[in-house]
């Protein structure tokens, strides 16, 4: 029987048998009713008939209400009992009774609680496995306690305080459960002993933390447990005004200004945390394979920190702000994330004034591809621009780190007799070179240096790497302009543009337009100090105020395309972007008659790891396919016209997932478009998208297909797999897409500077290359080849890297590359040395 349990369980020597048996007594009518609940529940288990089943769910239907009915009516003293009964009654095992329903029909509002019937409701909760449905449990026990008078209340101290221990050690209670536990104990001890900290508040072990004891050791005063507390009770990613002058005044009240800093620069450097070093850690989420930077109870306290030294020391904290927000939110971080402190850290940098903060968000922006990391990285450039009066674009755009460049792109640094020169040639390449004592250059280190200039050495590399970075993320921002329609004044252009040393390297390879005087727009390149057109004659220099925008073929009529085309290719132009050579995707009449999508790039088979990895690399957001529910749907979403439009590209697999919950292929769907209206999505029909933004999602779906589809793998053919062959077929040979065409177009102009130029001609959809072994097509979008005269089909797997022989092209395009490498060997086939190539080439011939 239930009464005989709780009687035993009631006698556990710790004084308080008195009190947890007196109350078992006061209220032996509710014990009764918790036994018949029992019974019923462990007979309703055991119940295979179906009538007596239901009768029993009515039965203890009638006893909860009885139950409640009863307690509902009680005294405070009843009341008081039927807390410590419940408590003492409830057990967290495999049939988990819980009694929290109960409990907040009694506790809440009882008055006249004792320090012992208080200490029994906090006794009963630390002794139990402390996991996270114990957090309603331990509440009632607290709100017991918070009754109490101060000379009571020091009679619990030490329970709260092992519990509030545990409460920071045990594995299964969260973050959000401890912190609102944690700063209700906190109040309570704080009314006891204002100079004593609440037990495992400050970490006992961890590195980042030595600081935070070394002071509390050295000055327990009331002060900085207030500090203390104060930082740990910041729950939310930006702190209140109020809590921000509170902060000030209390480190200015401790004497511990430097603190918050010096515990910043160990959260951004130091160790990681492991059981061996920094004391016992729970299994979970803590084991051998993952090393925290912050154990989940002490990251609001960490947290804290960040803030409180971004708001005293400002701009110098910024170093130490950006590599914590890398380490815990960047890809490459050494610890398991925790986008708690990084989102601190880029708060914290959207409050700091100065250009070492704008720096250092765009390069947070540029590497961090986390969604949540990067909506707090908006706020924080929102924030700095509205600081001042421009928008977060503008902001962006200025911030852009010069890296000390000189405004030809290169700094020099003297070594010895030697001189070191890191200098940006052009948009995809920086170098560092020596000038050695007698005038020759060298691209490598020269031996003499590497000893004595180790240190200097190190750091110039690093800096060729930064520089490397940022001219990566001017690619790309440059790029996604293509859709934005952004425009600039010439002045403006010219500072943030064609004269930064590193943007300007991107700049001077990209097509401009310039307003004239009548709104007529004309196209130019910048060419030294000045600008050139197409037909080679230098456009007049603008005024300070004329509007400039990034030229766009789809805005240009065809014989302006080509003499654009032509000057690239003339003057051996490799673009940054494809650009003069840009596909143009427009909303055919079958699409337009749709109204609300595109079924353009459907009913293709993808391998879809690829896909997958393709998004991401361009900056769609996609949901993973695999084993759960609607995993087998998937939908890719990309941003564009500055976020102001969203293509949505669906897809599902097609496909049993392997064993690693992974589809091998997927099926491509729907492209769809939506528009921004204030915080949420509207779906609009295609007739209203802007044509610019059109055909840049409708170029990067293109891309996605064609560089993932079967069609692409050139080994397909021969795996004898019937799956998907008709369609294998059809796509490797089929129609060109508006990317294939581009290709097209740009062979014409490349081959006949080649010295295969006789052996190679252009159809509708092939390059045909004459060997002297057979004549060959190699399909301009899928780059696989078939023989003449029977359309045999040759499988040539291509290195890791094709060069297209060593040939200048003036965009990069890997499947251009491709085709020309495929052109240049089979040119000559008579000299291939592959064994597998030439026996597909000599099967069939003639001898």
């Not at 600081?211 to 050791?217: C, K, S, T």
């Not at 430097?258 to 945390?273: H, T």
């Not at 797997?797 to 003036?810: D, E, F, H, K, M």
């Amino acid at each position: 029987m239930l009464y005989e349990r709780l009687t035993a369980k009631a006698r556990a020597g710790d004084g308080l048998d008195a009190v947890r048996t007196d109350a078992i007594e006061k209220v032996r009518w509710l014990v009764d009713l918790l036994d018949r609940q029992r019974e019923n529940w462990t007979e309703q288990l055991a119940c295979r008939d179906r009538e007596r089943h239901e009768r029993l769910s009515t039965e203890m239907d009638l006893i909860g209400t009885k139950i409640r009915e009863g307690l509902g009516s009680c005294g405070h003293d009843e009341r008081r009992a039927a807390a410590v009964v419940l408590t003492l009654a409830a057990e967290f095992t495999d049939t988990l009774w819980d009694y929290d329903e109960e409990l907040a029909l009694v506790v809440p509002g009882t008055r006249g609680w004792s320090a012992p019937e208080a200490s029994a409701l906090l006794a009963h909760v630390e002794a139990c496995h402390m996991a996270f449905w114990f957090a309603r449990s331990l509440g009632f026990a607290l709100t017991a306690a918070e009754a109490l008078d101060v000379d009571d209340q020091r009679t619990v101290a030490p329970l709260l305080q092992r519990i509030h221990r545990r409460l920071i050690d045990e594995e299964g209670v969260g973050a959000g459960h401890y912190s609102a536990l944690a700063r209700r104990i906190w109040r309570l001890l704080k009314n006891v002993d204002g100079t004593r900290f609440p037990a495992g508040t400050i970490p006992d072990h961890d590195p980042w933390a030595e600081p935070l004891r070394e002071h509390a050791n050295a000055s327990p005063t009331p002060e900085l447990v207030d500090l203390v507390l104060h930082l740990a009770a910041l729950s939310g990613p930006r702190p209140s005004e109020r809590w921000r002058r509170r902060c000030l005044e209390l480190l200015d009240a401790t004497g511990a200004v430097d603190l918050p800093s010096r515990c910043l620069r160990g959260l951004a450097e130091g160790e990681a945390l492991c059981s061996r070093e920094h004391g016992p850690l729970p299994s979970w989420p803590f084991d051998h394979h993952h090393h925290y930077l912050v154990r989940p109870t002490h990251v609001d306290l960490a947290r804290g920190l960040v803030w409180s030294a971004a708001l005293v020391d400002g701009a110098a904290t910024v170093h130490d702000l950006v590599a914590l927000a890398l380490r815990t939110g960047g890809p490459d971080g050494d610890v398991v994330e925790q986008l708690k402190l990084a989102g601190a850290a880029v708060n914290a940098l959207g409050g700091i004034d100065g250009p070492s903060t704008l720096e250092a968000l765009w390069r947070l922006q540029r590497t961090i591809r986390h969604r949540g990391l990067r909506k707090q990285l908006d706020t924080a450039l929102r924030t700095a621009a509205g600081r001042q009066g421009i928008t977060p674009e503008q902001l962006i755009e200025r911030s852009v780190p010069a890296h000390g460049l000189a405004a030809d792109g290169s700094a020099t640094r003297e070594l010895g007799d030697h001189r070191a020169v890191v200098s940006v040639e052009n948009a995809a390449t920086v170098r560092l070179s020596f000038a050695l004592p007698d005038g020759r250059r060298a691209r490598t280190v020269p031996a003499a240096l590497k000893e004595p200039y180790a240190e200097e050495l190190k750091e110039l590399k690093s800096l060729v790497k930064e520089i490397r970075g940022t001219l990566s993320g001017e690619r790309a921002r440059l790029e996604g302009l293509m859709s934005a329609e952004r425009r600039w004044t010439y002045q403006e252009w010219s500072r943030h543009y064609r004269d930064h040393p590193v943007t300007g390297a991107v700049t001077r390879d990209l097509i401009w337009e310039f307003a004239g005087p009548d709104g007529a727009w004309t196209a130019a390149v910048p060419s030294g100090p000045g600008l050139l057109r197409a037909d080679g004659r230098e456009l007049p220099p603008p005024a300070a105020h004329t509007p400039v925008r990034l030229w766009h073929p789809i805005r240009a009529a065809a014989d302006e395309i080509t003499a654009w085309r032509e000057f690239v290719t003339g003057r051996r132009m490799r673009q940054p972007f494809k650009q003069a050579f840009r596909e143009i995707y427009l909303p055919t009449p079958a699409e337009l008659e749709t109204g609300g999508y595109s079924n353009r790039f459907a009913a293709h088979i993808v391998h879809y790891p690829r896909l997958y990895a393709l998004f991401k690399t361009r900056g769609w957001r996609a949901n993973f396919l695999g084993p759960y529910d609607g995993g087998h749907d998937g939908e890719a979403r990309g941003t564009f016209a500055e976020g102001e439009w969203q293509a949505c590209f669906y897809h599902e697999s097609v496909e049993a997932e392997d064993v690693d919950h992974r589809p091998d292929y997927a099926a491509t769907d729907q492209v769809r478009f939506e528009r921004r209206t204030g915080r949420t999505w509207r779906r609009v029909p295609l007739a209203e998208v802007p044509a610019i933004v059109f055909s840049e999602a409708m170029r990067d779906v293109d891309m996605f297909v064609a560089v993932t589809s079967i069609a692409a793998d050139p080994d397909w053919a021969d795996r004898g797999e019937d799956r998907y062959a008709a369609y294998w077929r059809s796509a490797s040979f089929g129609e060109l897409t508006a990317g294939a065409e581009v290709r097209r177009d740009a062979l014409a102009r490349i081959l006949p500077r080649t010295r295969i130029a006789d052996r190679c001609r252009l159809d509708d959809r092939h390059l045909v290359v004459r060997g002297d072994l057979r004549i060959y097509k190699i399909h301009l979008g899928s780059a696989n080849v078939l023989m003449e005269p029977d359309d045999s089909y040759l499988c040539i797997v291509p290195a890791r890297r094709s060069t297209g022989g060593g040939l200048y092209l003036p965009f990069e395009d890997e499947r251009l590359s491709l085709i020309l490498s495929k052109a240049f060997l089979l040119a000559a086939d008579t000299e291939i040395t592959d064994g597998s190539i030439l026996r597909q080439i000599t099967r069939g011939t003639p001898p």
